[in-house]
């Protein structure tokens, strides 16, 4: 799986729109991005994923460059809730095995 | 209410003894897996099961060992042999193993030696 790259810790303020990126620029074809989310002391939670076309659901909006090199996860109003450690993830589509490889992650903190 | 459950939520092992932390889904899903989490780290694949009756070994299963006789059940035995079990583990299914489908996780133990 293409390895990917995030920022350490980012800040936003309650209300306002969170904006996550992630570089993978080796990533293949036939992979998609994977966003999940990790609260302290609680499993990862999935949030959402895509191959090119930007994707968005209830949760959040997934933004994917044209070369597909890199991605962004938007939280359209964050809320205290949101602080968590946010994990960006390339899979290929189809094999026999399918597990995850969680980098570090961003640790998001939403603040007042 | 459909999802995967983990029990106990914490625990505690001597030295020299095995313990065995329970995942359970009702999401009807053929796919589980078991992975490790240590403090400040992403987590690695130590088991995964595509089938009853069948299991894979990931990254890290030395000193592990899982077993598949149903469906919904994929208990995680944590042997003697590993030296360094304390560990956040989490437990997680999908409904295949193809790269789209999505893994959902259980809420983990958090296992300690005394």
């Known amino acids: 799986d293409a390895k990917t790259t995030q920022p350490t810790s980012m800040d936003c303020a309650e209300g306002r729109a969170a904006n996550l990126p992630c570089n993978h620029s080796t990533i293949s074809g036939n992979e998609y991005v994977y966003w999940y989310r990790q609260i302290h002391s609680q499993g990862p939670q999935y949030i959402i994923h895509?191959?090119?076309n930007n994707e968005t659901n209830e949760m959040a909006s997934l933004i994917i460059t044209e070369d597909r090199k890199s991605s962004t996860l938007i939280l359209p109003h964050a809320t205290l809730r949101d602080t968590a450690v946010y994990y960006c993830i390339v899979r290929v589509v189809g094999g026999t095995a399918s597990k995850l490889t969680f980098g570090t992650g961003t640790r998001l903190q939403v603040t007042l | 209410d459909g999802g995967i459950t983990q029990s106990p939520k914490y625990l505690f092992r001597k030295e020299g003894q095995n313990v065995t932390l329970s995942c359970e889904q009702n999401?009807?899903?053929?796919?589980m897996y078991w992975y490790r989490q240590d403090p400040g780290q992403g987590l690695r694949l130590i088991y995964y099961s595509q089938i009853v009756n069948d299991f894979q070994k990931g990254d890290i299963a030395e000193g592990y060992s899982v077993s598949r006789e149903k469906k919904e059940s994929f208990p995680l035995t944590v042997t003697s042999a590993q030296k360094n079990p304390t560990a956040f583990y989490l437990c997680?299914?999908?409904?295949?193993?193809?790269?789209?489908?999505?893994?959902?996780f259980g809420p983990g133990t958090r296992l300690l030696v005394l």
């Open positions: 997680a299914s999908s409904r295949g193993t193809s790269g789209q489908e999505t893994q959902y």
């Open positions: 895509g191959l090119k």
């Open positions: 999401l009807n899903h053929d796919a």
